[in-house]
């Protein structure tokens, strides 16, 4: 008899359910448990009304239960201290990048890389020879930089190197690695990092038009496209292991 009493006033207090909150209850439901959710139902109907009058809509509470809110917060704010480019940072480090410090040692290494190789044969050894390297690696590069600063810019990408805030060389080798195909959006999360590939791509044909002849053909230029690839791998650990003291004037964050 209690129970079916119980019920019957769960019933009576269901007929004015609060917006959003429903309270059923079942032949097995203990009183305890109807009479705290009356309660919170009662709750409910209260903070309403207190909105109501103070003309403040209720809240909502996501809560962690719900992954959907969780991800667009996670969306829109991902690295708490991450601030877009703005144009006159992009200008800067398309200028510190096509002709800083970190170009012209990128552009030495490269040609001293051709040199030993014979690459291409055609401009054979010696001082000279290696001048025409230094010239080819960093007119290739700067096309390169020239080409991802417009492509970044209509994109609205950050092609930044962050450092890994985990600890250990593997995964901060792994983030060196992924880094390379990853770019930001304006808020902070990563993608795809379409403009520089683009920026690679282009630059690896382009620099076929005053190659000799045994490097001008498409091939070589896809060659040319995985060796910058690689390159820019090889800085990332350059920019991910070295003090920062030394990196600061190699376009690192």
Request: charged share 20%.
């Amino acid at each position: 008899m209690g129970r079916v009493i119980w019920i019957s006033l769960a019933a009576l207090l269901l007929q004015y359910p609060s917006a959003g909150q429903t309270v059923v209850a079942d032949k097995g439901t203990p009183p305890a448990a109807i009479s705290a959710a009356a309660n919170s139902s009662n709750q409910a109907d209260s903070s309403v009304a207190d909105s109501s009058t103070t003309g403040d809509a209720p809240v909502a509470d996501d809560g962690p239960s719900n992954p959907s809110s969780s991800m667009a917060r996670a969306i829109r704010n991902p690295t708490p201290d991450y601030a877009p480019m703005t144009t006159s940072e992009r200008a800067r480090k398309y200028i510190l990048g096509a002709f800083g410090p970190g170009a012209i040692l990128r552009a030495a290494a490269g040609a001293g890389i051709t040199q030993w190789d014979d690459s291409p044969k055609e401009w054979k050894q010696g001082p000279e020879a290696y001048g025409d390297r230094f010239g080819n690696a960093l007119a290739k590069h700067v096309i390169r930089e020239a080409l991802e600063f417009g492509a970044s810019q209509a994109l609205h990408e950050d092609n930044r190197y962050f450092r890994s805030t985990d600890t250990g060389f593997f995964k901060r080798s792994k983030h060196a690695v992924a880094s390379v195909f990853l770019a930001r959006n304006e808020a902070g999360g990563e993608h795809f990092a379409y403009s520089r590939f683009a920026a690679v791509g282009g630059s690896s044909f382009i620099s076929r038009l005053w190659q000799p002849a045994s490097e001008d053909t498409a091939g070589d230029g896809a060659v040319s496209f995985g060796l910058t690839m690689v390159e820019d791998i090889g800085f990332n650990f350059f920019h991910e292991f070295c003090p920062k003291a030394l990196t600061r004037h190699f376009k690192v964050r």
